[in-house]
């Protein structure tokens, strides 16, 4: 009892990518998603095994969850639910902390965009801005994809590019 676990020496890179670099978005987006399942089934640590600077594309993954702005600024501490209705297509994991809203969300689809809803329901708080950081399959770096200062009923629609993932930050004051 209360021995947490760990995962020490993982790397999904050799799986993800056609050419087993980690030079691809798809290593991107399995990285995100393997990161958020480790935080959802509260995995103490997870080292990955590998050189990161020879991978891109994870480098950008988890910076996405560690540092997505450049400013230090990172997934909230309390996991919130979230849901995918086809986690084939798309995945989500949400937190909250401080009064913003954080959500990853993929798009595996290799040829279209994906409308993304995000609603956050069971809350008091009037969320009014939206940040998008996204990586994509043009560009390993982490860049701004969409800024919403005008989100009305708690809800953000995110459209992602094919193969991509982003971090979704919703605050309760203009961004």
Do not use: R
């Not at 639910?81 to 993929?106: H, N, Q, W």
């Not at 708080?125 to 989100?151: E, G, H, M």
């Not at 992602?160 to 919703?170: D, G, R, T, Y």
Request: aromatic letters at 6%; proline letters at 3%.
């Amino acid at each position: 009892p209360g021995t947490k676990l760990a995962l020490t020496e993982y790397n999904l890179a050799n799986i993800a990518d056609e050419d087993n670099t980690g030079k691809s978005v798809v290593s991107a987006i399995a990285e995100t998603e393997a990161l958020g399942a480790f935080a959802d089934q509260g995995v103490y640590l997870a080292t990955y095994w590998g050189t990161l600077s020879k991978c891109p594309y994870v480098t950008s993954a988890i910076n996405l969850y560690t540092n997505y702005d450049g400013k230090g600024s990172d997934f909230g501490d309390t996991l919130v639910e979230s849901s995918s209705p086809d986690l084939s297509k798309a995945a989500i994991f949400a937190s909250i902390d401080d009064g913003k809203v954080t959500a990853v969300v993929s798009n595996k689809d290799k040829e279209n965009t994906e409308k993304a809803v995000i609603s956050l329901d069971g809350t008091d708080t009037d969320y009014k801005s939206a940040v998008v950081y996204a990586v994509t399959q043009d560009s390993s770096d982490i860049k701004i994809l969409d800024v919403q200062n005008d989100i009305s009923g708690n809800q953000v629609t995110v459209e992602l590019p094919p193969l991509s993932v982003a971090q979704v930050v919703i605050a309760d004051e203009t961004t």
